[in-house]
């Protein structure tokens, strides 16, 4: 239970709290079509109510008893940053609710991390997955030998530092899948701050040789191999590339999810890409064993995560699931895909442009561009 006396809580403490199924009422008060479009959640199912902020301050007397809980609930406020909604539990806490802010709101909840090994630690092999859970974001730390490659690292780049310091890894090497375009890639930065060699597939860096380092068919970290599959795997950008880690992990990119594959229209290729997506599916990626355990790069709901926390599945498991996979004909699969896209939000040009280095964006710019869950599959789940 939590404490009477608890008047905030930060976005990770929620986010373990929603996934234990604890009995919480969140009430979201930002505008409906904020509300709509992106809300918190976790693995177990929530009570949520929007009544937006403004409800409050036109009329706060009819807007409280719209509440359909006693006063001994707790509720959890949520707003955009956080203002509003510690305003509207003020209001609640003088009538006698135990009314709990969201810390930052939902700008915190994009920008929070839950780490977790994904097997037990070893001097073989470490392997991290980093859950950007406000997102749907997901990136790695795979380490051998005592030295360490990321992949597809968010732009808040410190924390793989701190992580590779903790554990005594040197960063040597770091890998963007593919050219990103819900969130801001921090793999320059990393490479910049940890001398690392970057790699982005040249047909995704389109001609800013300041971005890459060419993708390597083989990376080695101590005595472990980590395989590039040959010829990379494009379908979600020409230049996707996935990666075999130990002969038994696939570090898929946007390439593969669990429940879906990765929409091919963000260059504005739909048709073209997706045909190479097809190739890529059936000729690369159903060619591997079925044990193989993927680790994708984002995930659009929470029926993707395992009950560990860890967003993977098995590669067996995924060709018999996933719908992508069940259509066999090149041009059913295209059909499919062009059915199962919404369309792109369009701040994803220019967030794509951000990550080439043809744009420059402050700090309050990224934190904008980035707002929102990622809408990366080819797939209608919100």
Not at 181 to 205: C, F, K, M, Q
Not at 215 to 243: A, C, F, N, Y
């Amino acid at each position: 239970m939590l404490s009477s006396e608890l008047k905030s809580i930060e976005a990770v403490e929620l986010k373990a709290l929603l996934d234990e199924g604890e009995s919480l009422f969140v009430l979201d008060v930002r505008n409906q079509d904020e509300f709509a479009a992106w809300k918190v959640e976790g693995r177990q199912p929530a009570t949520i109510l929007n009544i937006p902020y403004f409800d409050f301050i036109e009329d706060a007397d009819a807007a409280i008893a719209r509440l359909p809980v006693s006063k001994n609930q707790p509720i959890v406020l949520v707003c955009a940053k956080g203002g509003s909604s510690e305003f509207v539990a003020d209001l609640l806490r003088e009538q006698g609710y135990h009314a709990i802010n969201l810390v930052g709101g939902m700008q915190a909840w994009g920008e929070s991390y839950l780490v977790r090994e994904v097997i037990p630690a070893s001097d073989n092999l470490t392997l991290l997955q980093y859950d950007r859970f406000g997102k749907g974001c997901l990136s790695y730390l795979i380490a051998s030998g005592g030295e360490a490659i990321v992949v597809d690292p968010a732009r808040h780049y410190e924390q793989y530092i701190q992580e590779a310091t903790r554990r005594n890894l040197r960063i040597v090497h770091i890998v963007d899948t593919h050219l990103h375009a819900d969130h801001i890639s921090g793999a320059p930065n990393l490479a910049a701050v940890t001398g690392a060699a970057y790699h982005l597939h040249e047909a995704d860096a389109q001609g800013t040789s300041h971005l890459v380092e060419g993708t390597p068919g083989r990376i080695k970290l101590g005595e472990l191999i980590i395989d590039v599959l040959q010829e990379h795997t494009p379908g979600h950008t020409p230049g996707s590339t996935s990666l075999v880690i130990d002969d038994r992990f696939l570090i898929s990119g946007d390439t593969l999810f669990v429940n879906s594959v990765g929409r091919p229209d963000l260059g504005g290729h739909a048709e073209e890409w997706a045909h190479d997506l097809f190739w890529t599916l059936i000729n690369k990626i159903q060619a591997l064993r079925a044990d193989t355990v993927v680790l994708p790069a984002h995930y659009a709901s929470q029926n993707e995560v395992r009950p560990d926390g860890i967003v993977a599945g098995e590669l067996g498991q995924i060709r018999a699931s996933n719908p992508a996979l069940q259509v066999k004909d090149e041009q059913a699969f295209i059909t499919f895909i062009k059915e199962n896209m919404r369309p792109q939000p369009e701040i994803y040009g220019e967030i794509r442009r951000v990550n080439l280095g043809l744009v420059e964006a402050c700090e309050t710019q990224r934190t904008a561009l980035e707002l929102g869950k990622n809408q990366c599959a080819a797939s209608q789940t919100r």
